[in-house]
């Protein structure tokens, strides 16, 4: 079971651009923020490898704020790379 869904869309601007969303089925407050923490770091690594000139929305799903960085990032990886 994936624990992150992502949206894209071309942008006129040539950069990528980040959105992150994370609902209160993630967890509490807590979950919620490191679930999006993840996210971001993924982002900021791989900002070159990312196509250029998208807007990316990744949305965390249940269980999300669990997950350690290595997870996320295969995760990650397999629907945004």
Known sequence: MGHFIAITRKN??????LG???????GNAVRRNRAK?????????NKARLPQGYDIV???KKGAGYL???KAEKELEKIVV
Request: charged letters at 30%; hydrophobic letters at 45%.
């Open 58 to 60: 990744i949305i965390a």
């Open 20 to 26: 992150v969303t994370a609902s209160k089925k993630v």
């Open 37 to 45: 923490r993840l996210i971001r770091e993924f982002f900021r690594l």
């Open 68 to 70: 350690n960085f290595r």
């Open 12 to 17: 006129e601007l040539g950069t990528t651009r």
